[in-house]
């Protein structure tokens, strides 16, 4: 249901932006690493940005994997936030988890999949993709996000749906492809 004092936050400008800024930053550290072929040392991402004020009805810490202590707010520390996204990319596993507010949350979690999920996974998909697909599904998930450690392949997904770009193809958007 929704009503004239819901916030949409699916298409809110602010929310907008903080989607672009991520999506670039996950399109910068795969153009930047290159050599997909040595997926065992190549970085990978999961983030979700979420309207909730909790996600622990649906999501479990993952172990001692947590977010640096600076960049935890992209919109405000640019490069903060490249680089701990660069750092938890390449050395920890889990989702970070975003409020629609711009500030991540600072431990890293592993997404139970919602009950009764119908979507279709694509051949490409790993365990990270489809965990994003599912979970994008949620009511109180805004969007998620995600960097391929086998390909470089960035992906956004929301309400099931999603859109996929490989290295060969980022930037194409700016240039009317």
Excluded: K
Excluded at 81 to 97: H, K, M
Excluded at 133 to 152: K, N
Excluded at 156 to 162: A, R
Aim: net charge negative.
């Amino acid at each position: 249901m929704s009503g004239p004092l819901d916030i949409a936050y699916q298409s809110h400008y602010r929310v907008g932006h903080l989607q672009a800024v991520i999506r670039y930053c996950l399109e910068g550290i795969a153009a930047g690493f290159g050599e997909w072929e040595d997926a065992a040392a190549a970085p990978g991402a999961y983030l979700a940005v979420v309207s909730g004020a909790s996600v622990a009805d649906f999501a479990d810490p993952m172990g001692d994997n947590y977010w640096p202590e600076t960049g935890r707010e992209p919109l405000e520390e640019f490069d903060a936030f490249y680089e701990a996204l660069r750092t938890v990319a390449s050395d920890c596993d889990g989702a970070a988890v975003m409020g629609v507010d711009g500030v991540i949350n600072e431990q890293l979690v592993r997404f139970r999949s919602p009950p009764d999920v119908e979507v279709e996974y694509e051949p490409w998909m790993g365990a990270r993709h489809m965990s994003a697909l599912d979970i994008s599904t949620r009511d109180d998930v805004v969007t998620t996000l995600t960097l391929s450690e086998e390909t470089g392949r960035v992906t956004v997904f929301q309400n099931g749906t999603f859109e996929s770009t490989p290295p060969e193809r980022f930037g194409d958007r700016w240039r009317g492809r």
